[in-house]
């Protein structure tokens, strides 16, 4: 079975402008979370997707939005980049969307990189 | 307030000797479920093992084992006879199921192993 995959893997981009980020999940998994890491902040829960509705949000300004189909692909992404938006973007799925009931696997991420 | 603290930021061992990673917890749930990743140099995080709150019994997995201590709040990681490929960041993880966190994994800070040959 393939695992969660993400595209692309790394990405440059300059102040100001915008990104967008892809995750297919594993096949059969609805649920897709988005995680940023930083070596400052460490790990950080950014949202949670489940059947196109987002179910769960983070602490993190409304630069940040994502979105949901209807094949539980998401994509997350981020308007007016900030310097302090560098970090890798990570992706993970589950089968479904109960709280801490499974386990969430992660895709390889996303290394941005905001010049 | 739900935290994970991985009080060890890295840990140096050489090859074959044991390593125990420690994980310290703090949740008002009764009921949620803990975690630990491995992060090798590629970036993606790995599962490791997943434990639930009411199974406080002790996990072995070939040279990984795992004490969970409810009443410490602890949930630690042990590795008998590192290997070089051991080498990562590990992570352990809270996943609480009721809070307005919902299904949000909530990280340490991580610690990073080195093994060397």
């Known amino acids: 079975k393939a695992g969660v995959t993400q595209t692309p893997r790394y990405l440059i981009k300059t102040r100001g402008q915008q990104v967008t980020l892809s995750c297919s999940p594993i096949?059969?998994?609805?649920?897709v979370s988005w995680y940023q890491q930083t070596p400052g902040q460490g790990l950080q829960f950014l949202f949670e997707?489940?059947?196109?509705?987002?179910?769960n949000k983070g602490n993190f300004p409304g630069r940040f939005s994502g979105r949901q189909f209807s094949n539980s692909r998401s994509e997350m992404n981020v308007s007016t980049l900030e310097l302090g938006d560098s970090a890798l973007y990570l992706c993970?799925?589950?089968?479904?969307?109960?709280?801490?009931?499974?386990?969430?696997?992660f895709g390889p991420g996303t290394r941005l990189t905001v010049l | 307030a739900q935290k994970v603290t991985q009080a060890q930021t890295e840990i140096s061992v050489v090859e074959k000797e044991d390593v125990t990673l420690d994980c310290v917890y703090e949740?008002?749930?009764?009921?949620?479920?803990l975690f630990w990743y491995k992060q090798p140099p590629s970036g993606e995080l790995v599962f490791l093992i997943r434990?639930?709150?009411?199974?406080?019994q002790n996990e072995i997995s070939g040279r990984y084992s795992w004490n969970f201590q409810k009443s410490t709040s602890s949930f630690n990681f042990t590795i008998t006879a590192s290997q070089v490929v051991d080498s990562a960041v590990y992570f352990c993880?809270?996943?609480?199921?009721?809070?307005?966190?919902?299904?949000?994994?909530?990280f340490g800070k991580g610690t990073t192993l080195s093994v060397s040959s």
């Open positions: 993970a799925s589950k089968i479904a969307g109960g709280p801490g009931t499974d386990t969430q696997y």
């Open positions: 434990r639930n709150s009411f199974d406080e």
């Open positions: 096949s059969g998994h609805r649920s």
């Open positions: 997707y489940f059947s196109e509705t987002q179910r």
């Open positions: 993880a809270l996943s609480p199921t009721i809070n307005q966190a919902g299904t949000a994994l909530i």
């Open positions: 949740t008002r749930d009764t009921t949620y479920y």
